[in-house]
């Protein structure tokens, strides 16, 4: 038996030893927190869509605290957004699967790719999330449409109008839908990603990259 966190414990198997065996991540934030679910790039991986390897595990819960550094990984607790938790939609866009015989809840595609533009740092940055989103085997648009009346910012109309735009034979995006995420697009250009400077205007969504 190793422990992994205070009264958290996790069977070693056969032929490892403490030292070297690593629990599933997964496993302990689900055990740490059962009301747990999983977002950003942990979602990706969970969708299949990862497009690489990230030791960094992301959770909305009730109840945050501080992350939680394993042997190789950390497990970071959110609080869910200000946004979704005032209008009581905190479950908007989430899916259920498995991992290793456990029920885990988890983000589905469409509030992955929003929650990744409001935050790229936790899905490993806006090229990761891009590369990831981009294997998506479908995106439901109604769905899409509201989560971002939920959220209820123009950059992440301008974002979502932007990345369907690029894929939009991919997600059968008509031109109808394109036209009413262009109309909630800032009236000034804004950069997607706070704090950054230069990048290139995409003249129709006001989005600066």
């Given amino acids: 038996?190793?422990?992994?966190?205070?009264?958290?414990?996790?069977?070693?198997?056969?032929?490892?030893?403490?030292?070297?065996?690593?629990?599933?991540?997964?496993?302990?934030?689900?055990?740490?927190?059962?009301?747990?679910?999983?977002?950003?790039?942990?979602a990706l991986e969970l969708l299949g869509a990862g497009h690489s390897l990230w030791?960094?595990?992301?959770?909305y819960c009730d109840d945050p605290g501080p992350a939680l550094a394993?042997?190789?990984?950390?497990?970071?607790?959110?609080a869910h957004?200000?946004?979704?938790r005032r209008r009581r939609l905190t479950r908007l866009g989430l899916r259920q699967g498995e991992r290793q015989g456990r029920e885990v809840e988890f983000t589905g595609p469409e509030r992955t790719l929003v929650d990744g533009f409001r935050?790229?740092?936790?899905?490993?940055?806006?090229?990761?999330?891009?590369?990831?989103?981009a294997g998506f085997g479908v995106l439901d648009l109604d769905l899409l449409?509201?989560?971002?009346?939920?959220?209820?910012q123009q950059i992440l109309w301008a974002a979502a109008g932007w990345f369907l735009e690029h894929h939009q034979a991919s997600f059968s995006?008509?031109?109808k839908y394109l036209g009413r995420l262009e109309r909630k697009r800032p009236s000034q250009p804004r950069y997607l990603?706070?704090?950054t400077r230069g990048g290139r205007l995409i003249p129709r969504w006001n989005l600066i990259l």
Wanted: charge should be positive; hydrophobic fraction near 40%; include cysteine.
């Fill in 145 to 152: 449409q509201r989560l971002l009346t939920a959220y209820g």
């Fill in 81 to 84: 957004p200000t946004a979704l």
């Fill in 1 to 42: 038996v190793k422990r992994v966190a205070r009264m958290v414990y996790a069977m070693v198997p056969f032929g490892c030893t403490p030292q070297t065996f690593e629990p599933d991540p997964l496993l302990v934030a689900t055990a740490l927190r059962p009301d747990g679910i999983f977002s950003h790039h942990t």
């Fill in 193 to 195: 990603e706070r704090g």
């Fill in 173 to 175: 995006v008509p031109g």
């Fill in 119 to 133: 935050q790229p740092r936790w899905v490993g940055g806006l090229e990761e999330l891009l590369n990831s989103a």
């Fill in 55 to 59: 030791k960094e595990y992301t959770l």
């Fill in 70 to 78: 394993l042997d190789q990984q950390r497990l970071h607790f959110l």
